[in-house]
């Protein structure tokens, strides 16, 4: 039986933090799944709404694109399924190059993305429920999409200034 190698200081640290980071993706992916079902299943069809409206909790089924763009239903679903198989291919391969910060904000949004697919397949629309000023309605999955969009952006822009 061959004896393993010890690992560096190196990739002890960054397993460290690969794991805590991935800690944080699985709490907002159940954090999601978790408030969408209370939205749905417990707030009151006006939901609850504070200072004059502009912020609150309402349950809106979104049956459109994001910011309430209308689009036929084939083709939302051949454009999601589009950008879900690129960032797929993304992730895979910035997980064989070990860039754990890309690798990080694709599954942000991938999983922000799974999950309102499944809400689709499910319910027929993506369940919203966050009131935030005069923004659409929006759910914790599409806070995920933002944020991994944000890290992916960061990230390009320290690969950019290494080059």
Request: a positive charge; charged letters at 20%; hydrophobic letters at 55%.
């Amino acid at each position: 039986m061959p004896i393993p190698k010890p690992m560096s200081a190196f990739s002890v640290n960054t397993d460290r933090r690969w794991r805590g980071r991935a800690s944080l993706f699985v709490l907002f992916l159940i954090a999601d799944r978790v408030t969408k079902y209370i939205a749905q299943a417990s707030l009151p069809e006006d939901g609850f709404v504070f200072f004059g409206g502009f912020v609150g909790v309402r349950p809106h089924l979104n049956e459109k694109l994001l910011a309430h763009i209308s689009i036929p239903e084939f083709a939302l679903l051949t454009v999601v399924n589009l950008v879900l198989l690129t960032a797929f291919y993304a992730l895979i391969v910035s997980w064989r190059s070990r860039r754990m910060d890309r690798t990080l904000a694709l599954l942000f949004i991938i999983g922000g993305g799974v999950s309102n697919i499944f809400d689709r397949i499910v319910y027929g629309a993506v369940i919203d429920f966050i009131v935030l000023g005069y923004t659409p309605v929006f759910n914790i999955a599409d806070v995920m999409i933002v944020i991994g969009v944000i890290l992916l952006a960061r990230s390009l822009q320290k690969e950019e200034k290494r080059v």
